[in-house]
């Protein structure tokens, strides 16, 4: 996680310096490279740090973060972008302070982990967060990522060992999204398919939550 | 029915079901993911979130564009029970039907995928007057059962559609099909179902459910009548004319009357098939209701009684008058009558429609009947993302105020879904108990929190007219635009 918030802040820096180096190309390819980062972090930053998330991340129709400044950089090809830089690279890195010092609990991550599952299945499947960058499809398979790592890390082996057979559904039916992730563009990509893979993986952690001493994970931020 | 997009089939409607022809070319095209992804050059220039808003599940269309199932009519047929007129109230099989009726899960591909059930022809058990699909229509409220497009195996290759019927009071009006080709109702919805739409064979006790659904569909009450099918004391001089004209002998064969087929001590049928010139052997029709269930004859090819009537005159040279004819109109529109033929959609009555589905689940869990259990989670799951589509998000441009009640709305209906799914997910792995838990949880917020945030946010929701058409204007002319 503190990994993947490096690398979003790293290309976020780099981004700043492309735009004073007036370096259309070289800007957007930063863009890119630090969305990477942060879209396997949102597991833990939607549900531990919803003011941050929405700073840096906050869509559709947003002016400000990652994508007000991708509808200048992509959309216009416009470097009038410095000021919304600057205040991406503060958050970034006020978060990078801040995951190496807030208190992980595993309701919190759960949370996070069930809220980024459905909004893979529900905002972001009818047309994309990065619509001018043309990344969208980058964005979920780097959510359906960090999901399963965090899945994978804090819950499979509890899962495992209170309700293999549960254990197996919620791999398989991450494995699912993947596999429907694996197209070439959005235009190829079954939205009902994407979407009820979505939900399903959602319901099966709902159900998992009290098998593994946790509450029923909530939707409260993710449908807003 | 869902608001399942699909490119080119329109599901709006107005509020008047009797201008239907007037507005049947106002097609409100939907589209899908799928096609603003072609458009996307031209959509970018709206709201981004605005253009994808529609299109709720991006399928595209298995239906020919242009198609008008008129699913968005805010003021639809009211649906009276006899169970529930009798003060009781509708049993679980009744429900059990209405659910299967309203579900394109018990259908064949196509009609699935494009979301049909009984209930798209039928609205709540009446007719649909505007419903058009091109190729299978030749005018608005008729369908061909035996086209191509539902069923190949059931393609006659003839055009020859034939008007949507009212279900009301069906229990009296046996044998069923225009030309009353069979018997049972039973049999019939199986036809329906398995010949016409190509569905699966139904199980037994769904086809079961579906016959106590129908049969439970009341006529509604028409004050005008009195007992035995004659005219009530405050009708007109003009109706009263008419009724001795409706039994009087025919001129040249004293054997026919009108009322001699349309009798009207028995909900103005007789039962039997008869050829009135019209190209073959139809069953005769009801006229209790009829003032709501034109178009008319087999075919649908008449839309006023004023057309009916000279076809009569002229088939069987009845010499009527012009006075004769407006008095036999007056009493056919005395007795077609019914009391509150419509009824606004609103929060309330799709909570009800949803909680009576619902309600199956009281009874499937602890019998441990999957198969309802599961045909119940899908219909209602479909319903109940219907339902959340009628309280526009915040990135449509059309609804303004009202956005924080909006989405408590919305998310609301989005947590019971997923409570709803996770009844599905744990009773398909045999655990009942369970199930009956989550049932609990369901049924807790249905009934609790969730109508205060829908009657809430309902002044800004797609039930509000004004909204309502807002709305569909704004997304014809965003679609207008993008075709240009």
Not at chain 1, 20 to 35: E, F, L, S
Not at chain 2, 257 to 267: K, R
Not at chain 2, 284 to 313: C, E, I, K, M, W
Not at chain 2, 425 to 438: I, M, N, T, Y
């Amino acid at each position: 996680m503190i990994n993947d918030i490096d690398q979003a802040l790293a290309g976020a820096r780099e981004l700043r310096d492309r735009i004073v180096a007036h370096d259309i190309a070289g800007a957007q390819k930063a863009w890119i490279a630090a969305r990477v980062g942060w879209e396997r972090s949102e597991v833990f930053t939607s549900g531990f740090v919803p003011q941050l998330d929405d700073a840096i991340d906050a869509w559709p129709d947003a002016t400000k973060g990652f994508h007000g400044i991708e509808a200048k950089l992509f959309g216009a090809n416009s470097f009038d972008v410095q000021d919304q830089i600057g205040a991406l690279i503060q958050n970034l890195a006020n978060l990078d302070q801040q995951i190496r010092t807030i208190q992980l609990t595993a309701q919190g991550l759960l949370n996070g982990v069930t809220r980024l599952a459905y909004e893979v299945g529900d905002g972001k499947v009818d047309g994309g967060e990065s619509r001018f960058s043309g990344t969208s499809l980058d964005d979920m398979r780097n959510n359906v990522e960090g999901i399963e790592l965090a899945y994978r890390i804090v819950f499979a082996s509890t899962l495992e060992a209170s309700d293999p057979k549960l254990a197996g559904t919620v791999q398989g039916e991450i494995d699912r999204l993947k596999q429907l992730l694996t197209v070439e563009d959005l235009k190829q990509l079954d939205p009902d398919a994407l979407r009820k893979a979505s939900e399903d993986l959602v319901v099966t952690l709902q159900i998992a939550g009290p098998k593994i001493g946790l509450s029923t994970p909530t939707l409260e931020e993710a449908t807003k | 029915m869902n608001p399942r997009l699909r490119h080119g089939v329109s599901r709006r409607s107005d509020t008047s079901a009797k201008d239907s022809t007037k507005d049947a070319d106002i097609m409100i095209r939907r589209t899908c993911w799928t096609i603003c992804v072609a458009l996307a050059g031209l959509l970018l220039a709206l709201p981004l979130r605005y253009a994808a808003s529609f299109p709720v599940d991006g399928r595209e269309t298995v239906l020919p564009s242009g198609s008008e199932l008129n699913e968005e009519a805010l003021n639809v047929p009211r649906e009276q029970f006899h169970s529930e007129a009798a003060g009781g109230r509708k049993s679980y099989l009744i429900n059990l039907g209405d659910l299967a009726f309203s579900s394109s899960a018990i259908l064949g591909g196509v009609a699935r995928q494009a979301g049909i059930s009984c209930s798209t022809c039928h609205v709540n058990g009446a007719s649909n007057p505007k419903l058009f699909v091109p190729h299978l229509s030749t005018r608005p409220g008729n369908f061909d059962t035996t086209g191509h497009l539902f069923n190949p195996k059931a393609d006659n290759s003839v055009l020859d559609p034939v008007r949507v019927p009212s279900l009301r009071g069906a229990r009296y009006l046996a044998p069923y099909g225009n030309d009353g080709r069979t018997a049972s109702l039973r049999e019939f919805i199986h036809n329906v179902i398995v010949n016409e739409f190509a569905g699966p064979e139904p199980p037994p006790a769904i086809l079961d459910a579906m016959v106590t659904y129908i049969q439970d569909i009341d006529f509604l009450r028409d004050f005008a009548l009195g007992p035995g099918g004659r005219l009530a004391a405050q009708a007109s001089d003009a109706a009263r004319r008419g009724e001795v004209l409706f039994a009087k002998p025919f001129p040249h064969d004293p054997s026919l009357s009108c009322a001699g087929c349309h009798v009207p001590s028995g909900a103005f049928v007789d039962h039997v098939p008869h050829d009135v010139g019209s190209g073959g052997l139809f069953k005769t029709p009801t006229l209790l209701n009829a003032d709501f269930n034109g178009p008319y004859f087999h075919d649908g090819r008449y839309d006023s009684y004023d057309q009916v009537v000279a076809h009569f005159d002229r088939v069987f040279d009845l010499g009527l008058s012009a006075q004769d004819r407006n008095d036999l109109v007056a009493y056919l529109n005395a007795i077609g009558n019914a009391e509150r033929p419509y009824e606004y959609e609103g929060v309330a009555s799709k909570l009800k429609e949803i909680g009576d589905f619902a309600s199956v689940l009281d009874t499937a869990i602890p019998a441990h009947d999957s198969d309802v259990i599961s045909l119940t989670v899908n219909t209602v799951d479909l319903e109940l993302r219907e339902l959340t589509e009628q309280f526009p998000d915040h990135t449509d441009p059309s609804v303004t105020g009202g956005q924080q009640e909006r989405a408590r709305a919305r998310s609301a209906l989005k947590d019971l879904v997923l409570r709803l799914n996770r009844i599905g997910a744990v009773a398909s792995a045999g655990e009942f108990d369970e199930a009956a838990a989550e049932h609990r949880n369901f049924r807790n917020l249905s009934v609790g929190p969730l109508p205060v945030l829908l009657h809430a946010a309902q002044p800004w929701s797609l039930f509000n007219p004004t909204i309502h058409d807002a709305h569909y204007n704004a997304l014809q002319q965003m679609l207008q635009t993008a075709g240009k």
